[in-house]
């Protein structure tokens, strides 16, 4: 059977454990979110946690969220930060940049992966990425194959594609797919049912004209290393 991780989800997303999905990374969006998250990591050793601040949900943090979340990574060597990110979308982005810059930061110190959310900003992340970055995952990537380019040839970072490319309308995220370096791909359910993943992995090996089993086996091996 084939296997897949689901390089991003949330605590409410459906689970699945019929279509060979073994594994699967939660992301916070909330502070609320990190203990039922640590729970999950703790009780399930095929998820992975990441502890962070969603921008949409930057409002809701408490003044001391560094002084709560820095333990909880330092004590627990496995947790990655996420998730990060700034969205054009949503209100006060002085603040998104801020929360943004902070968890980089952290992610930084501790030598963990950072899961990244960007919605119209990519301008402003390049910027602010600098010259050394940790580890990280662009969650739903929605850039153009050159915003993969100049992020590829600086920085260790994964594309982690979301059902959206199951749109076939989508022809520039399909562009995005077709030129990401192999051993960087990754697929994601995000908020949708976890069964979505051999769907995604499908749409995959046709836009790169890959073996369906092949792209699949890629794309296991990419989210194995990534965790590595
Ligand atoms: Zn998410």
Same mark, same amino acid.
């Given at each position: 059977?084939?296997?897949?991780?689901?390089? +991003?989800? +949330?605590?409410?997303? $459906?689970?699945?454990?019929?279509? !060979?999905?073994?594994?699967?990374?939660?992301?916070?969006?909330?502070?609320?979110?990190?203990?039922?998250?640590?729970?999950?990591? +703790?009780?399930?050793?095929?998820?992975?946690?990441?502890? &962070?601040?969603?921008?949409? *949900?930057?409002?809701?943090?408490? $003044?001391?969220?560094?002084?709560?979340?820095?333990?909880?990574?330092?004590?627990?060597?496995?947790?990655?930060? &996420?998730?990060? &990110?700034?969205?054009?979308? %949503?209100?006060?982005?002085?603040?998104?940049?801020?929360?943004?810059?902070?968890?980089?930061?952290?992610?930084?110190?501790q030598n963990r992966t950072a899961h990244?959310?960007?919605?119209?900003?990519?301008?402003?992340?390049?910027?602010?990425?600098?010259?050394?970055?940790?580890?990280?995952?662009? *969650?739903?990537?929605?850039?153009? $194959?050159?915003?993969?380019?100049? /992020?590829?040839?600086? %920085?260790?970072? %994964?594309?982690?594609?979301?059902?959206?490319?199951?749109?076939?309308?989508?022809?520039?995220? +399909?562009?995005?797919?077709?030129?990401? $370096?192999?051993?960087?791909?990754?697929?994601?359910?995000?908020?949708?049912?976890?069964?979505? /993943?051999p769907a995604l992995a499908q749409c995959?090996?046709?836009?790169?004209?890959?073996?369906?089993?092949?792209?699949?086996?890629?794309? %296991?091996?990419?989210?194995?290393?990534?965790? !590595?």
């Amino acid at each position: 059977m084939q296997k897949y991780i689901n390089a +991003h989800c +949330h605590i409410n997303t $459906p689970t699945d454990n019929k279509t !060979g999905v073994v594994g699967a990374i939660y992301n916070s969006a909330k502070m609320s979110d990190w203990e039922t998250i640590k729970a999950i990591a +703790h009780t399930n050793n095929h998820a992975h946690a990441c502890i &962070g601040i969603h921008p949409w *949900h930057i409002n809701t943090a408490t $003044p001391d969220w560094e002084k709560q979340m820095e333990p909880i990574l330092t004590q627990n060597p496995k947790f990655m930060v &996420g998730e990060i &990110g700034l969205d054009k979308n %949503y209100p006060n982005m002085p603040m998104q940049i801020e929360f943004f810059c902070r968890q980089m930061e952290i992610a930084k110190k501790q030598n963990r992966t950072a899961h990244i959310h960007c919605v119209g900003a990519w301008d402003k992340i390049l910027h602010l990425l600098g010259a050394n970055a940790p580890r990280m995952v662009m *969650h739903a990537f929605n850039g153009t $194959p050159e915003i993969i380019k100049s /992020l590829a040839r600086k %920085y260790d970072v %994964y594309f982690s594609f979301s059902p959206v490319i199951l749109d076939a309308r989508r022809t520039r995220i +399909h562009k995005s797919v077709m030129v990401a $370096p192999e051993n960087r791909i990754l697929i994601e359910s995000d908020d949708m049912p976890m069964d979505v /993943l051999p769907a995604l992995a499908q749409c995959i090996a046709n836009i790169r004209k890959t073996p369906n089993d092949k792209m699949t086996e890629i794309l %296991y091996n990419n989210t194995m290393q990534m965790l !590595g």
